[in-house]
C-alpha cells in the first residue's frame, strides 16, 4: 500500500491547525509530499528554535519581524523578507527577537513531523 503523502492542489490555511512545538513556538504543516515539505512556523517574542540539525536540506523565508540566526557557530541578524540556507546535518537554531514568523520548506519532507 503507498503513502499518503499529504495534498494535491489548492492550501488554505485556516483549514490547517496549529501545532504547539515549543514555549511560544507553533506550527502548521502546509503541504508536503516525499521530496518536499513547507511549513509556516511562528514565534513570540524570545521564542528559541533550539540548535539540532537533521538529514534534510531547508530553506527558510522571514514573514515577519526578525530573528537571530545561527548556523554552524555564525551568527546573523535577518529580518523580515530575509532568507537562510541550511545544508544537510549544520546545527542551526533562532531566537525570535520579536513576535515573528518564517516559513520553513525543507528537502526531503520531515517524516518527524508527521503524525503517525
Not at 503523502?5 to 496549529?18: A, D, K, L, M, P
Not at 529580518?79 to 545544508?87: H, I, L, P, R, T
Request: negative net charge; proline residues 3%; glycine residues 8%.
Amino acid at each position: 500500500m503507498e503513502k499518503d503523502f499529504g495534498i494535491t492542489g489548492f492550501v488554505e490555511n485556516e483549514n490547517y491547525q496549529w501545532e504547539n512545538v515549543g514555549e511560544g513556538v507553533k506550527r502548521k504543516i502546509l503541504g508536503y509530499d516525499k521530496d518536499l515539505m513547507l511549513v509556516l512556523v511562528e514565534f513570540d517574542k524570545g521564542a528559541v528554535g533550539y540548535a539540532h540539525k537533521h538529514p534534510h536540506k531547508q530553506i527558510s523565508y522571514i514573514v515577519k519581524g526578525s530573528f537571530e540566526v545561527e548556523i554552524e557557530g555564525q551568527k546573523k541578524v535577518l529580518k523580515a523578507g530575509d532568507v537562510f540556507f541550511v545544508q544537510p546535518n549544520l546545527n542551526h537554531s533562532v531566537v525570535a527577537l520579536e513576535d515573528s514568523a518564517l516559513i520553513d520548506v525543507f528537502n526531503p519532507y520531515r517524516e518527524d513531523f508527521i503524525k503517525q
